[in-house]
C-alpha cells in the first residue's frame, strides 16, 4: 500500500526553521497546541522533531526563566533529545506503525531528502479501524451465507 494516501502535505501543516528563535518556536507551539513540531531548513530538508520536553530541558539546562531568555536562542541550538527520524515515500506500512506506536506523527520525505509532510499515528488508526471494521463485517456476513445454506 502506498503510504502518501496518508500524507497530510507541508503546504497544509505546521512546521518550523531552524533558525526561528526558541521563542518563536514556543508561541507557535503555544498557539495551535502543538506538543511536537517538525523543524525544516531553509531548502526545505527535515532537520528534526522539537517537542516540548527539548524545550524544557533546553531551558533548565540553560538557566532560561522566562520567555524573553527564549529569543536569546534558536532552534538549531536545542540538541535531538528524542529521534524522530522520517519515512521515506516508498516505506511500507508496517514501518509507519512500527514508527507511529512512540510517537504522534511521523515526518515523511522525498527521494531527494526533502520534506514533503507528516502521518499521523491518529490517520493510521483511523485506516486500521475501518480495515478491521470491515473485514468483521465481511466475515459476519460470511457466516450469515453460512447459516441460511445449511438451513435450505
Known sequence: ?????FLKPKAV???IYEDYTLRQAVEKMRNH????????NRDGGYVKTL?????????????????KGLEDY?????PKRVKNAPVSVYSTIEELILLLMNQNFV???????MFIGIITRQDILRFCHDKMKGDMTEHSNQK???EENEYV
Do not use: C, H, Q
Request: net charge negative; aromatic share 8%; proline share 4%.
Open 74 to 78: 534558536l532552534i538549531s541550538d536545542v
Open 51 to 67: 517537542a516540548e520536553g527539548d524545550l524544557l530541558w533546553f531551558m533548565l539546562d540553560n538557566k532560561i526563566e522566562d520567555v
Open 33 to 40: 497546541g502543538f506538543t511536537a513540531v517538525p523543524v525544516i
Open 13 to 15: 501543516i505546521n512546521y
Open 1 to 5: 500500500m502506498n503510504i502518501l494516501k
Open 144 to 146: 450469515s451465507e453460512k
Open 107 to 113: 515526518p515523511v520525505i522525498d527521494d531527494r531528502d
